[in-house]
């Protein structure tokens, strides 16, 4: 089976696909990335005494509005009423790593794949943002789709 480019049409010209025809059906995606930090960095995240204030915390806010906001960054996507956003941090302390997390439910006619990677990306891009003056030799990487639900594809698990 031959996969074709659905944001091309038949000149080649870049195009927003069309959903008009598409039934609402319900959509969750997942994504996760890591970054990876230095002894210090890692402290300051934990004990909260990053002078920039909570890490975390802001990074998560930084996700959802990255997620609100996917449909100007990437060109093609559709915007998206967005029914919930979760952005979750794990702290892998022996590994010196802060894996993210964003899953997105909404009731669409098209994926919120795009808006869970962008919230994670943006997540750990405000981590790097915020302890920089610590650390500039920090690594985000790994930043995958882990699940999505719903739609003509169906179910998709890393």
Known sequence: MEEKFTH??????????D??????TFREATASGKIKVNKEVMEAIK??????GDVLGV???AGIMG????????????????QKCVIDFEILEEKLEIAAFCTLKTEG????????????????LTIY?????????????????????GGKSGHFLR
Request: aromatic share 2%.
């Open 8 to 17: 091309f049409d038949q000149q080649g010209k870049a195009i927003m696909v």
């Open 19 to 24: 959903v008009s025809e598409k039934q609402i």
């Open 47 to 52: 004990t909260g005494s990053s002078k920039k």
């Open 59 to 61: 990074a998560r806010i």
């Open 67 to 82: 997620v609100k906001k996917t449909s100007e960054l990437i060109p093609m996507c559709h915007t998206i009423l967005i």
């Open 109 to 124: 006619k098209t994926g919120v794949e795009m808006e869970a990677l962008t919230g994670v990306s943006i997540a750990l």
């Open 129 to 149: 943002d915020m302890c920089k003056a610590i650390d500039k030799r920090m690594e985000i990487s790994e930043i995958r789709l882990e699940e999505k639900k």
